[in-house]
């Protein structure tokens, strides 16, 4: 069983243990969406951070704004590998993948 996720804030850590505690299918939950509002926030910081707007970074991908919008919406949960290279390239970035191991649970297995 995969350990209950751990954070710095000491509130945030206290909600997380109540409403999610050690249920794998609840922290495997948890960790897909804490996985998807970081995509959709390190979108949102390059187009800002480059100045445009989500119209103005459709067109350098060649999409719409209302899929750049999904895109930076924490909830979105279809971000392909091919779309967020085409939206690192038109903000002169590169999509970097790491894998990391899980943590080992509680017994001691992966």
Sequence with gaps: MPPTPRVRSQGLQALIDRHIGDDPERIASYERA???????QAIYDLRTEAGLSQRALAQRVGTTASVICRLEDAD??????????????????????????????ASGTP
Excluded: C, K, Q, W
Aim: proline letters at 5%; a positive charge; hydrophobic letters at 45%.
């Design 34 to 40: 804490r996985a998807n509002a970081e995509v959709a």
């Design 76 to 105: 979105y949960d279809g971000h392909s590998l091919s779309m967020l290279r085409r939206v690192a390239a038109a903000l002169g970035h590169r999509v970097t993948i790491v894998f990391t191991p899980e943590p080992a649970s």
